[in-house]
T-cell receptor
Framework: GENVGLHLPTLSVQEGDNSIINCAYS??????FIWYKQESGKGPQFIID?????DKRQGQRVTVLLNKTVKHLSLQIAATQPGDSAVYFC????????????FGSGTRLSIRP | NAGVMQNPRHLVRRRGQEARLRCSPM?????VYWYRQLPEEGLKFMVY????????ESGMPKERFSAEFPKEGPSILRIQQVVRGDSAAYFC??????????????FGPGTRLLVL
């Protein structure tokens, strides 16, 4: 399943399928981007980050893609599992000092068995 | 290898009382950040502190809110004369923050403040 932008706050995906969560950012000066996962009642958990001099970065089962031309960021989760159910936030940072992270409004990912 | 610690996890206060939220950063981290989260919303930056210094407080309300990170002990977010609108989850994060580098911020479990 694919979520287009942050207009759809909930994404429902079949277990085992790939998930794609999209995020648009507004500040062209942003140079560091992070994806966080937040489960109910918990704090945000770092998933993966990417700097503006890259367009792709891979982790374990996750890939982040950055398109600076259209100011778009996406998180791909391979073989989605029930434990992936959470709210996912993209976040951006401006400048060389990570003094302030700007969070997006989030996308809730739910997994269908 | 303990992560960021926050306490209390839940705090109930009546209007007009004071709330004190504590945050112990990860071992070796000397930079602390506080964020506020309302239900179904993203986190909003409040303040960034290093030991004994406030670096950026652009997200802090001008009145009733203060933060400190003393040389010894945890960082404290203090809310005086709480109002119902202060009810939220307050998260602390910490980082290594090497000069000129962007370091990942690691979050604590949060304190859920309820003002009656």
């Amino acid at each position: 399943g694919e979520n287009v932008g942050l207009h759809l706050p909930t994404l429902s995906v079949q277990e085992g399928d790939n998930s794609i969560i999209n995020c648009a950012y507004s500040n062209s000066a942003s140079d560091y981007f992070i994806w966080y996962k937040q489960e109910s009642g918990k704090g945000p958990q770092f998933i993966i980050d990417i700097r503006s001099n890259m367009d792709k970065r891979q982790g374990q089962r996750v890939t982040v893609l950055l398109n600076k031309t259209v100011k778009h960021l996406s998180l791909q989760i391979a073989a989605t599992q029930p434990g992936d159910s959470a709210v996912y936030f993209c976040a951006e940072n401006i400048g060389s000092s990570a003094s302030k992270i700007i969070f997006g409004s989030g996308t809730r990912l739910s997994i269908r068995p | 290898n303990a992560g960021v610690m926050q306490n209390p996890r839940h705090l109930v206060r009546r209007r007009g009382q004071e709330a004190r939220l504590r945050c112990s950063p990860m071992k070796g981290h000397s930079h602390v950040y506080w964020y506020r989260q309302l239900p179904e919303e993203g986190l909003k930056f409040m303040v960034y502190l290093q030991k004994e210094n406030i670096i950026d407080e652009s997200g802090m309300p001008k009145e009733r809110f203060s933060a400190e990170f003393p040389k010894e002990g945890p960082s404290i977010l203090r809310i005086q004369q709480v109002v119902r609108g202060d009810s939220a989850a307050y998260f602390c994060a910490s980082s290594l923050q090497l000069a000129g580098h962007q370091e990942t911020q690691y979050f604590g479990p949060g304190t859920r403040l309820l003002v009656l």
